[in-house]
T-cell receptor, first 111, second 113 residues
Framework: KQEVTQIPAALSVPEGENLVLNCSFT??????LQWFRQDPGKGLTSLLL?????REQTSGRLNASLDKSSGRSTLYIAASQPGDSATYLC??????????FGTGTRLQVFP | DTEVTQTPKHLVMGMTNKKSLKCEQH?????MYWYKQKAKKPPELMFV???????INESVPSRFSPECPNSSLLNLHLHALQPEDSALYLC????????????FGSGTRLTVV
């Protein structure tokens, strides 16, 4: 059974720091991996999607990488801002046609 | 249109009420999903519709009844809910096998009193 874990569970940093959020999974047979952002009480906003054949994707200050062989993905946030404060979820789709979520990282960026 | 629209945004209902949650997308996605999310937990899959047919039911109690009238609409009918069913209910859509990822709605915050 696929298990997805995110480390750290919570993170509090001053504005301007570069951050790395980690996502690990136990079964490398995946179709894609998606990073989401969720503000309190709100829906999920898609940040980046990495197909299984890709190694990384970039959007603005965000960069996500995927290493299927080691069962890991990282989300890099450059020059963090208070507006980046949210919960970040990684999720992967496997051959069960389900989206399996990680445990989440709650990020707080203070001025 | 690149959005999934959910209505209502907030719903308070009694344990004897019947209500429905609605979800709509016009991206041509043929897979639609209902998720339930409790506070500080990741979303949990409830139902999957693929080409308007129910393909996955994660052993959800029968007081939750999904319906997919057409490829753009997904409903979740609620009846005789319990207070522990209070949660954020999220709808999502994707192309089958999610080659372009999933798109989520903003959710319905449900409170059962």
């Amino acid at each position: 059974k696929q298990e997805v874990t995110q480390i750290p569970a919570a993170l509090s940093v001053p504005e301007g720091e570069n951050l790395v959020l980690n996502c690990s999974f136990t079964d490398s047979a995946i179709y894609n991996l998606q990073w989401f952002r969720q503000d309190p009480g709100k829906g999920l906003t898609s940040l980046l999607l990495i197909q299984s054949s890709q190694r990384e994707q970039t959007s603005g200050r965000l960069n996500a990488s995927l290493d299927k062989s080691s069962g890991r993905s990282t989300l890099y946030i450059a020059a963090s801002q208070p507006g980046d404060s949210a919960t970040y979820l990684c999720a992967l789709e496997d051959n069960t046609d389900k989206l399996i979520f990680g445990t989440g990282t709650r990020l707080q960026v203070f001025p | 249109d690149t959005e999934v629209t959910q209505t209502p945004k907030h719903l308070v209902m009694g344990m004897t009420n019947k209500k429905s949650l609605k979800c709509e997308q016009h991206m041509g996605h043929r897979a639609m999903y209902w998720y339930k999310q409790k506070a500080k937990k990741p979303p949990e899959l409830m139902f999957v519709y693929s080409y308007e047919k129910l393909s996955i039911n994660e052993s959800v109690p029968s007081r939750f009844s999904p319906e997919c009238p057409n490829s753009s609409l997904l409903n979740l009918h609620l009846h005789a809910l319990q207070p522990e069913d209070s949660a954020l209910y999220l709808c999502a859509s994707s192309r089958v096998r999610g080659l372009q990822g999933y798109t989520f709605g903003s959710g319905t915050r449900l409170t059962v009193v």
